[in-house]
């Protein structure tokens, strides 16, 4: 489906300034955005004002599609800060908030990070500004990820949904075929390492939560509900989450997966040098890994995740992000224009696609030929845009983050990825991490539920 964006407010948009617009509480635990607007904002008037802007992002190169935005509107100026990547961009906006200065009026924010910002009341609804009329122009799950009922908190600019990453070579050395469920990938653990101790058919990384959380995802864990204002439901340790613990605790304890910390000098080497045969990962990584392991050029192909019941299509989500206004912006609809347009416009999106390789967020892109077709050297000529494309569809849609998601990753380090580190049961300290998590939840003033 290409769906062609509505964000330019000369359009039929404006037919939308008599809806009157309601707040409501975030899907992840949060407690709404506060008073804003009581109806739709008349953009088509707005956007002709004179209007200068901050935008802080860590996106390189990204004037390029603030430049679409502005020569459509040229009376917006946009200043574009690159602040850097996260955590440190989290911890130096939260800084500028609260000392009251130096906050952006637009910001790029993960989108499990989201949910704290929505929690703290510093984000703009952005639906009396028009973004509503873009719920269809992104994928079902990716739009729950900002909004709650009729209330938008962001605008989506790129995803992560997980696939896997392969060597084609090793696999047809030792006879592997493509495993299609987990059943079939724990055998070829076996049959790999057994073949051949130096390699691993995966690492399973004990300090980063993103990448276990998104298998979590996938199997159809739901860690957090919320039933209102600061009203939170926990429940990391349900039974999904035992099922993935339990999967992956034995192939640890037999030595048939590696538990490398990723993002590091060894686990770089471990791509150098053969030692994992497969990488699951999110749609960012075939380019990540591309410029890091430039020696296995050709090796490497890309498929979906294992599945739980052989010929389903459901993955999880690692990554993405997503650009919201800054409560207190002296002009809120230009920067609610400039966060609906880059992430909206064909022009703005492919750009975000082609130069900076961020995985789109938008059906449109997503199945735009030009967009899925294109061959990766890299990975033998592959179509891998087409791969994770097709993933994309089948992402769980009803995930929601806590409103505290830093501490709880932090929390999985210590809990779930020292159970992986010290070959201990994974599901054993799924409980540790609930109850952590339950503790901090509370001293944070919410009312906890648990298995709920």
């Not at 990547?85 to 009026?105: E, F, H, I, M, V």
């Not at 980063?208 to 996938?218: A, D, E, I, S």
């Not at 430039?294 to 979906?304: D, F, L, M, N, V």
């Not at 990825?417 to 599901?427: F, H, L, N, S």
């Amino acid at each position: 489906m290409k769906t062609r964006p509505g964000v330019r407010w000369r359009l039929p948009m404006a037919m939308a300034a008599l809806v009157v617009l309601a707040p409501a509480a975030c899907s992840s635990g949060s407690s709404g955005t506060g008073p804003g607007p009581a109806s739709a904002v008349d953009m088509a008037a707005e956007l002709t004002k004179p209007a200068e802007l901050t935008f802080w992002t860590w996106v390189p190169d990204i004037q390029s599609e603030v430049d679409l935005f502005t020569k459509e509107y040229p009376n917006i100026k946009v200043n574009v800060v690159n602040v850097g990547q996260p955590p440190d961009y989290n911890t130096k906006l939260r800084t500028a908030l609260k000392a009251g200065s130096g906050a952006p009026d637009v910001v790029q924010l993960e989108l499990h990070e989201l949910p704290s910002f929505v929690l703290t009341n510093d984000v703009l609804d952005l639906s009396p500004y028009g973004a509503g009329s873009l719920k269809n122009v992104f994928l079902p799950w990716v739009w729950n990820q900002v909004t709650q009922g009729a209330v938008v908190h962001a605008i989506p600019q790129d995803t992560g949904p997980m696939g896997m990453l392969y060597r084609q070579d090793i696999f047809d050395e030792h006879g592997i075929a493509v495993p299609k469920t987990w059943d079939e990938f724990a055998a070829a653990a076996k049959k790999l390492h057994d073949a051949d101790p130096n390699i691993y058919l995966t690492n399973l990384a004990p300090n980063n939560g993103t990448q276990f959380n998104g298998l979590l995802w996938q199997a159809g864990n739901r860690p957090f509900r919320s039933s209102g204002q600061n009203s939170l439901a926990v429940n990391i340790d349900d039974g999904a989450a035992r099922k993935v613990a339990s999967y992956w605790t034995p192939l640890i304890q037999q030595g048939l997966v590696s538990t490398d910390p990723d993002f590091t000098d060894q686990w770089f080497r471990g791509f150098a040098g053969d030692k994992y045969a497969t990488w699951l990962t999110a749609a960012w990584g075939p380019v990540f890994l591309q410029n890091n392991a430039k020696g296995t050029e050709g090796k490497w192909r890309a498929a979906p995740l294992p599945q739980w019941k052989a010929g389903e299509n459901i993955s999880g989500n690692w990554g993405g992000s997503s650009n919201a206004v800054i409560r207190g912006s002296k002009y809120p609809a230009a920067a609610a224009a400039l966060a609906q347009f880059i992430n909206s416009d064909p022009e703005s999106t492919k750009l975000f696609a082609s130069k900076q390789f961020l995985f789109p967020a938008t059906t449109a892109l997503l199945s735009d030929q030009s967009f899925r077709d294109t061959p990766l050297p890299f990975y033998g000529g592959q179509k891998v845009n087409q791969v994770f494309a097709d993933i994309s569809s089948g992402v769980r849609t009803d995930y929601t983050w806590s409103p505290f998601q830093g501490y709880v990753f932090s929390v999985y380090t210590e809990t779930a990825g020292k159970a992986m580190t010290d070959r201990q049961d994974i599901a054993a300290a799924l409980a540790q991490w609930q109850s952590n998590v339950v503790d901090y939840a509370r001293k944070q003033g919410f009312t906890v539920t648990e298995g709920g």
